[in-house]
């Protein structure tokens, strides 16, 4: 009940509850891109990178015209990639986002616990489709530690998740790795990790 409310909520609002942000990043999709982890996960999954995520609370709200105007205001954003938390319990408000940054010439990829049956099916997210018509790759499926890869030549975490790619123009740019992690440092000194099996803020 509680994840419906704040769905209507952003919903209504044209907002997106963040749990966290990054410009320039290598290790989340091709190329250089911004990433923007969103807020909220009921799948809990062992070993989740990102636990902090998992509570459907109110972290960080941001209208969609602030954070389309953040992304676009770094001139090395080529991409966009949405993560978690699940991005599909936010998924109308962040195909918004996705329109109006590939409409500025960049290209738009998720990571997903859903699978794609999942989200073209009955039961899918609110506004699921609309964000996949605006996705050019997508990684679905939930981490499992138990299929963990480790190896530089795959995009995915684990075995049992698949990379689609929705845009052929992005066939020969699938060259990130996800044993990859980097390391940013933030304007106020803190260390944001990003990258394998971690979204962590290091406070100075």
């Known amino acids: 009940m509680r994840r419906k409310s704040l769905q209507l ?49 109110v972290n960080q709200l941001m209208p969609i015209e602030a954070l389309v105007n953040k992304i676009l205001s770094n001139p090395h954003n080529t991409g966009v990639t949405f993560s978690g938390g699940e991005p599909f319990w936010q998924a109308h408000t962040l195909a918004k986002v996705a ?57 995915v975490s684990s075995s049992n998740q698949r990379l689609h790619i929705f845009n052929p123009q992005m066939q020969d740019q699938i060259t990130w790795a996800s044993d990859q992690i980097e390391i940013h440092i933030l304007k106020n000194g803190d260390r944001l990790f990003t990258g ?5 803020v290091e406070n100075n």
């Open 99 to 155: 329109r109006k940054v590939k409409a500025a010439g960049l290209n738009v990829m998720a990571f997903t616990g859903f699978t794609l049956e999942e989200l073209r099916g009955t039961n899918s997210p609110m506004g699921a489709e609309e964000l996949l018509a605006e996705l050019d790759l997508l990684i679905d499926g939930p981490y499992v530690e138990s299929l963990a890869v480790n190896i530089p030549s795959s995009p």
């Open 9 to 57: 909520t952003l919903y209504l609002l044209d907002r997106v509850n963040l749990m966290g942000y990054v410009d320039e990043s290598e290790v989340n999709g091709p190329g250089s891109r911004a990433v923007v982890w969103v807020q909220g996960c009921s799948r809990h999954c062992r070993s989740c990178f990102n636990p902090a995520s998992w509570a459907f609370e």
């Open 196 to 200: 394998y099996r971690r979204y962590e």
